[in-house]
């Protein structure tokens, strides 16, 4: 069965780095992009970016360019997401999820989730 | 950007009712719509894509209708399951979400 576990919660101090993991199982990592979605405390869903899980290329929001580096490693089925310059902005629970279809420059909703790392963003 | 605007933000309801929700994005978008139900403390869970058609293991009484730049989620008869957030996603170009519609408890 398709699954996609996250790192860990994060404390972090404004201004650093946060780095949170997403390692898939149950599919060929390969065939699906990846995305990254962020959910401010009792606010909505909001797209960040995408990674094609096989060459690597990557897009972000244009509110994240240039802060979010997306990356993803094949050896072990599993995506990255740094995001830098944190602000109290920042604190939010951040989702990996798959592409429901192959192909199509992952043009498709996003049929699995991880389960959600909490990144907190306090002095 | 290609915004997505829902309503009502917030519905009470009962079980047993008949529920609807309206998503209206901000140009066409063909029917690259999708519908998720979140529950607290939880992922999303994809209920439908491409406007209309069910995901697979969702109970019948969800459905989808719309095209263009209206749309609608209707729920034919409210489960105590069904009391959740639901958000609309725009897939036409990038991806949006809607700002979520709360079903509560009447």
């Known amino acids: 069965q398709v699954q996609l576990v996250q790192s860990g919660a994060e404390v972090k101090k404004p201004g650093a780095s946060v780095k949170v993991s997403c390692k898939a199982s149950?599919?060929?990592?390969?065939?699906?992009?990846m995305y990254w979605v962020r959910q401010a405390p009792g606010q909505g869903l909001e797209w960040m970016g995408i990674?094609?899980?096989?060459?690597?290329?990557?897009r972000s929001a244009q509110k994240f360019q240039g802060r979010v580096t997306l990356a993803r490693d094949t050896s072990t089925s599993t995506v990255y997401m740094e995001l830098s310059s944190l602000t109290s902005d920042d604190t939010a629970v951040y989702y990996c999820?798959?592409?429901?279809?192959?192909?199509?420059?992952?043009?498709?909703?996003?049929?699995?989730w991880g389960q959600g790392t909490l990144v907190t963003v306090s002095s | 950007d290609i915004q997505m605007t829902q309503s009502p933000s917030t519905l009470s309801a009962s079980v047993g009712d008949r529920v609807t929700i309206t998503c209206r994005a901000s140009?066409?978008?063909?029917?690259?719509l999708a519908w998720y139900q979140q529950r607290p403390g939880k992922a999303p869970k994809l209920l439908i894509y491409e406007a209309s058609t069910l995901e697979s293991g969702v109970p019948s009484r969800f459905s989808g209708s719309g095209s263009g730049t209206e749309f609608t989620l209707t729920i034919s008869s409210l489960q105590p399951d069904d009391f959740a957030t639901y958000y609309c996603?725009?897939?036409?170009?990038?991806?949006?979400f809607g700002q979520g519609t709360k079903v509560e408890i009447k």
């Open positions: 140009q066409s978008i063909n029917t690259w």
């Open positions: 996603q725009q897939h036409n170009t990038y991806w949006t």
């Open positions: 149950g599919y060929t990592f390969t065939s699906y992009y």
């Open positions: 990674i094609n899980s096989s060459g690597g290329a990557t």
């Open positions: 999820a798959r592409a429901r279809g192959v192909g199509h420059g992952g043009s498709y909703p996003f049929d699995y």
